[in-house]
């Protein structure tokens, strides 16, 4: 509950009370600029978005291995949001819906049950992220995601190629500036009342 409030606040809006997405295997990516730019790898499980922190982003290259912090779940409602999460807000900062679309778990119907067990295969449909993955946990508070060698495997830096956001196509920093432009405009509008 705490965390719904939390989230509520920080996006501004009210969080609609959605349990599952139409797939029930919605994954989505954000790039978040707070205290250090980084992107927020999400996976639907068990009625909520799991998460994990990928401090330099995902990569196609098969022999890199992304670190990946786990973080705290988040509302399935949280995949849609792009914007300003407002200082003293956890989170604080920008957020860029940067990839997102369904996967498939690979050898397992329980992906909440195969997280808990430390590995993950799966094969991710999204706009920019597509083919087989694995999560896997290397310790207590650690993770890596890897990209497995197949036909959408590349050497290319996917993070720099495509900066653009999946949702609105708005680089982060225009969505930083029209966060900026909102605020001003929301600031004056009360200031005339």
């Known amino acids: 509950m705490r965390r719904r409030i939390r989230e509520e606040r920080a996006s501004g809006k009210k969080m609609r009370g959605m349990t599952t997405s139409p797939s029930g295997r919605l994954f989505v990516i954000q790039l978040h600029r707070a205290s250090h730019l980084h992107y927020d790898f999400r996976l639907e499980a068990d ?23 786990p973080v705290e779940d988040h509302p399935l409602s949280y995949a849609d949001f792009e914007g300003l999460i407002p200082e003293g807000n956890y989170g604080a900062g920008i957020v860029m819906v940067w990839d997102r679309g369904t996967y498939l778990p ?11 067990e430390g590995e993950l295969k799966l094969t991710l449909i999204g706009m920019k992220l597509k083919g087989s993955w694995s999560l896997v946990r290397i310790n207590r508070r650690a993770w890596l995601l890897i990209k497995h060698r197949d036909s959408h495997a590349s050497k ?26 909102s605020a001003k405009k929301e600031s004056s509008k009360q200031g005339s009342k």
């Open 47 to 69: 009625g909520v978005l799991k998460s994990w922190s990928i401090p330099k982003g995902p990569s196609l290259n098969p022999s890199v291995k992304r670190l990946a912090i």
């Open 106 to 116: 690979v050898g397992t119907n329980d992906v909440g049950l195969a997280l808990q």
């Open 156 to 181: 290319k830096d996917i993070t720099r190629l495509e900066p653009r956001s999946a949702a609105s196509g708005r680089l982060l920093s225009q969505i930083a500036d029209d966060e900026v432009c």
